[in-house]
């Protein structure tokens, strides 16, 4: 599958997923990470790429570029919807609300029709909806206009639904999670984020930012393909959808956690990780790359403004790394072909023997 074309505007901050190609073929990697991630900037023409890998042991980071730190903390977009996706599974482990839930019955009228009452909030967390992407081109506000992710969503769902069922990645359906959970808590998303998973597992360098467009020190900075400085933002524009600031070191507990189980109950996380519903690409708020050497990998990457960055699983939680780079302009051809080639030297190192 190809990667999305990266919608980047003064205005909205477009936080997308970006799925690679399928399963490779071929020998596990002879390439250590150490020789791919530099390639982001000779390549990529990244000003800067970090990584960091992580097992029950031990931990490497590896860094190319200046001005780029293990400590950095940096804004991680569509990484954003794993958390979402945990905490709603949390509320239904809880039974505050179904997966089978419409829509309408926690956010009566806003998503008008028969949409309202057909798409359930499993087909929000799979992206099955049907509901247009608030940051297409036709459903966003116009580039003069200031506006937050729910008055872009409000609008894109004046547009007619495509059909329920198929997989359609769109930003609108975690913008409307992050409602659904507001409305059954009666608290922000962030507040049940940071309560249920920030605070518990120790991520001292996560945030969700809220009004706030600077980044917490420490931060290096961030730029945009033409090299402009990109670093503060207004981070509404991407709401629950993609609103998260976090850390190497952060993101590798949080998805350890996640996977080993300590986040969710048995039940819910089989549902994170079925990819039944999606028919293939993407389970909830997560997805699973698998590589040649056989071992599936499961976790998500964040597109926003002046940042990418991808993080990566085992199934049992034991090895996670994360990688970054310091913009959003690495070409999609370019990324396409070093993201896997990384997981691949990570993940898929072969083993001499005699």
């Known amino acids: 599958m190809p990667l999305p074309r990266a919608r980047v505007t003064a205005v ?23 020789a791919v991630l530099p390639r982001l900037v000779s390549e990529g023409h990244a000003p800067a790429a970090a990584m960091l890998s992580a097992s ?46 419409p829509v309408d019955r926690h956010l009566p009228g806003l998503v008008s029709g028969e949409a309202g009452r057909r798409v359930t909030l499993r087909a929000l967390l799979t992206h099955t909806s049907g ?18 992710a729910r008055e872009a969503v409000r609008r894109a769902l004046a547009h007619p639904p495509g059909p329920v069922g198929r997989y359609a ?15 059954v808590t009666d608290h922000p998303y962030a507040a049940e984020a940071h309560r249920r998973i920030i605070s518990p597992l120790r991520l001292t360098g996560t945030s969700f930012p809220g009004a706030r467009t600077a980044l917490p ?18 981070p509404r524009t991407a709401d629950a959808a993609g609103e998260l600031i976090s850390t190497l070191d952060d993101l590798n507990r949080f998805y350890a956690a996640l996977l080993s189980g300590r986040l969710l109950p048995a039940a819910q996380l089989r549902q ?9 690409p993407y389970g909830m708020g997560i997805y699973p790359r698998t590589l040649s050497c056989g071992t599936t990998v499961w976790g998500h990457n964040g597109h926003i403004t002046g940042s990418y960055v991808r993080t990566a699983t085992t199934r049992d939680g034991r090895r996670t790394v ?9 070409p999609h051809q370019t990324l396409g072909a070093l993201e896997p080639a990384l997981l691949e030297a990570e993940f898929c190192p072969r083993r001499h023997t005699r």
């Open 322 to 330: 994360t990688f970054r780079v310091n913009t959003d302009a690495v």
């Open 169 to 183: 990645y769109s930003n609108t359906n975690y913008v409307l999670l992050g409602l659904v959970i507001e409305r």
């Open 217 to 234: 020190s420490p931060h290096g900075q961030a730029y945009d393909a033409t090299g402009r400085d990109v670093t503060a933002l207004d």
């Open 272 to 280: 994170l990780l079925d990819t039944g519903p999606a028919n293939g």
């Open 131 to 148: 509901l247009p992407d608030y940051t297409d081109s036709s459903s966003r506000p116009s580039p003069t206009a200031r506006s937050t």
């Open 56 to 101: 029950p042991t031990a931990s490497q980071f590896q860094a190319a570029g200046p001005g780029i730190a293990r400590a950095d903390r940096f804004r991680a977009g569509s990484i954003t919807k794993t958390f979402i996706a945990t905490v709603v599974l949390q509320l239904a482990a809880e039974g505050r609300l179904s997966l089978a839930d």
């Open 12 to 34: 909205l901050v477009t936080a997308l997923l970006a799925l690679g190609a399928g399963p490779l073929s071929g020998e596990p990697s002879l390439t250590p990470p150490s």
